[in-house]
Nanobody
Framework: QVQLGESGGGLAQAGGSLRLSCAASGPTFTFSSHAMAWFRQAPGKEREFVAAIGYSGYTGANTAYTDSVKGRFGISRDNAKNTVYLQMNSLKPEDTAVYYC????????????????WGQGTQVTVSS
C-alpha cells in the first residue's frame, strides 16, 4: 500500500510564497521510479493539473507546468527523502484550492486519471 502525505499548506497573502511537501511511503513503493505531480481543486471546480516531474531516469524534459503557474511555481524531488516539493511564489487569489500530490509509474502525465496514488490534500488560501 502506498501512502502520500502532503504538508505545508496554509494562508498566504497575494504575492507571497508557500512550499508544499509530499512524503511517499509504502513497503513496495520505489519512489525514484515514479513520476510525481501536484493537482489542485477549487470549490465547485474540477481537479486540475498544476505540475509534474518525471521519474529519476527520465531523459527528456523532466518537468511540466500548467500555463497559469509557469514562472511562479517550481516542482522538485528528493529521492533520498521520498519527497516531492512544490515551491509556490508570487501567489494569487486564484491559486486558492486544495492541493493534491499524486504518483504514477515512470512517465509523468497531466491527466488526473493517469495517476494511481493520491494524497489527502492540503488547503492553500491566498488572500488579496
Amino acid at each position: 500500500q502506498v501512502q502520500l502525505g502532503e504538508s505545508g499548506g496554509g494562508l498566504a497573502q497575494a504575492g507571497g510564497s508557500l512550499r508544499l511537501s509530499c512524503a511517499a511511503s509504502g513497503p513496495t513503493f520505489t519512489f525514484s521510479s515514479h513520476a510525481m505531480a501536484w493537482f489542485r481543486q477549487a470549490p465547485g471546480k474540477e481537479r486540475e493539473f498544476v505540475a509534474a516531474i518525471g521519474y529519476s531516469g527520465y531523459t527528456g524534459a523532466n518537468t511540466a507546468y500548467t500555463d497559469s503557474v509557469k514562472g511562479r511555481f517550481g516542482i522538485s524531488r528528493d529521492n533520498a527523502k521520498n519527497t516531492v516539493y512544490l515551491q509556490m511564489n508570487s501567489l494569487k487569489p486564484e491559486d486558492t484550492a486544495v492541493y493534491y500530490c499524486a504518483a504514477r509509474p515512470v512517465a509523468r502525465s497531466t491527466r488526473v486519471y493517469d495517476y494511481n496514488y493520491w494524497g489527502q490534500g492540503t488547503q492553500v488560501t491566498v488572500s488579496s
